[in-house]
């Protein structure tokens, strides 16, 4: 591949993840958003959340953060998942330590896998996951197509929408673990609970959760 790299750069100039400008080398990330992205800086990663004990994101979703994702998830961009990975796996090393035991993610109903062809928190666990230098397993099945948790109104709502959404795959396999588990982005945290609350139920010791971001004035 890399003898043909500087072809494919002229024919397909690389873009930058965040904000789409030329770059003017082979990359990711250009210089003014590497400098400007909204992080969450500090203790600011860090959310408590219902069932799980926290959940840490490197951004905030907002701004080119926002629009990346929404490309990410809605426009075929499954490709981002290689440069969020660093980022959120070094948000992971940074306040979770390794205080988890094995890595999984919130997954697709089957209806909106095959609509949508990848399933996007799974590629961001696995990407993840491999620059931790482990693997993923999977924990959750969705069996509910449930409707988009952006499109509704509040908390409440959102909890009622996802109630028994998911089931367990292996109870055998998460009985005393501690788990990780990935998603894209964290808004009311209706999912990550609800999800928690299946594992725990299931024989699970603990459940941390990692997204890629966070709303702001959660």
Request: positive net charge; hydrophobic residues 40%.
């Amino acid at each position: 591949m890399g003898i043909f790299r500087p072809m494919l750069d002229l024919l397909f100039p690389p873009r930058c993840v965040f904000c789409r400008a030329f770059l003017g080398r082979s990359g990711n990330t250009c210089p003014s958003c590497a400098d400007a992205l909204p992080v969450c800086a500090g203790e600011r990663a860090v959310q408590p959340g219902e069932y799980y004990s926290f959940c840490v994101s490197p951004f905030y979703y907002e701004g080119v953060v926002r629009d990346s994702h929404h490309r990410y998830k809605f426009q075929g961009a499954s490709f981002y998942s290689r440069t969020y990975a660093p980022y959120l796996a070094e948000c992971i090393a940074a306040h979770c330590g390794t205080r988890y035991d094995l890595i999984s993610w919130v997954p697709l109903s089957r209806k909106r896998l095959r609509e949508r062809g990848y399933d996007q928190a799974r590629l961001l666990a696995d990407d993840t996951a491999a620059v931790l230098g482990t693997r993923t397993v999977a924990t959750l099945k969705k069996v509910k197509n449930t409707a988009a948790q952006s499109g509704l109104g509040g908390p409440e709502e959102r909890k009622a929408n996802i109630s028994e959404a998911y089931v367990v795959l292996d109870q055998a396999s998460i009985a005393r673990k501690r788990i990780l588990l990935v998603d894209d982005v964290s808004t009311t945290g209706a999912t990550l609970a609800e999800c928690a609350r299946c594992l725990l139920k299931a024989g699970a010791e603990e459940v941390i959760c990692a997204t890629l971001a966070r709303r702001l004035d959660a």
